[in-house]
T-cell receptor, first 117, second 113 residues
Framework: GAVVSQHPSWVICKSGTSVKIECRSL??????MFWYRQFPKQSLMLMAT?????????EQGVEKDKFLINHASLTLSTLTVTSAHPEDSSFYIC?????????????FGPGTRLTVT | GQNIDQPTEMTATEGAIVQINCTYQ??????LFWYQQHAGEAPTFLSY????GLEEKGRFSSFLSRSKGYSYLLLKELQMKDSASYLC??????????????FGPGTRLSVLP
């Protein structure tokens, strides 16, 4: 149980275009999902916390107009990287917390590798 | 804010025991997690400590001392497949700018035959 999927697993896009990444909880409901970014040989950096039915909470330094997050249902959150630049190339990972679970455990998706050319 | 520190790299021999340390500074501490991450893959959950003491789970054990801001992950009977990065993450109950779950830099463990 507690499986999280991401789509696509990898994507290459041209500079200036937008890319949408989906994060789905397959067998549980997730009121809260998290979006992380990881550069090579670095740790995960939390970008934003996505809450179903409300606006996402962004970490300091993360541009909310560039990284659009929509959490429209209890099983789906999307991250759209708008006007992508080569420096946005990274490994984007989402995680989800089971609704009502007080252990605060997060279940991670397999990640999406974005390359902007 | 939160500050988490881990050794960058460690090397150990197959069959041995290795201890990976994590020190942290945070306000409103509300739990410490350990994750394993193989290259190019997402992290997988290993352990969660919120109270002082040792939590044992098979070959993996995790220890927490809240007063010292210190945790360690102990791996026994090392196997080649244990070569991975080990991430310490701290959760705080108070947050500014929504930050309430912070990962440490990770420790890259290499297990040698």
């Amino acid at each position: 149980g507690a499986v999280v999927s991401q789509h696509p697993s990898w994507v290459i896009c041209k500079s200036g275009t937008s890319v949408k990444i989906e994060c789905r909880s397959l067998d549980f409901q997730a009121t809260t999902m998290f979006w992380y970014r990881q550069f090579p040989k670095q740790s995960l950096m939390l970008m934003a916390t996505s809450n179903e039915g409300s606006k996402a909470t962004y970490e300091q330094g993360v541009e909310k107009d560039k990284f659009l997050i929509n959490h429209a249902s209890l099983t789906l959150s999307t991250l759209t990287v708008t006007s992508a630049h080569p420096e946005d190339s990274s490994f984007y990972i989402c995680s989800a917390r089971v609704t009502g679970d007080n252990s605060y455990e997060q279940y991670f998706g397999p990640g999406t590798r974005l390359t902007v050319t | 804010g939160q500050n988490i520190d881990q050794p960058t790299e460690m090397t150990a021999t197959e069959g041995a025991i290795v201890q990976i340390n994590c020190t942290y500074q945070t306000s409103g501490f509300n739990g410490l997690f350990w994750y394993q991450q193989h290259a190019g893959e997402a992290p997988t959950f290993l352990s969660y400590n919120v109270l002082d003491g040792l939590e044992e789970k098979g070959r993996f054990s995790s220890f927490l001392s809240r007063s010292k801001g210190y945790s360690y992950l102990l791996l026994k009977e090392l196997q080649m497949k244990d070569s991975a990065s080990y991430l310490c993450a701290v959760r705080a109950s108070t947050s500014n700018y929504g930050q309430n779950f912070v990962f440490g830099p990770g420790t890259r463990l290499s297990v040698l035959p």
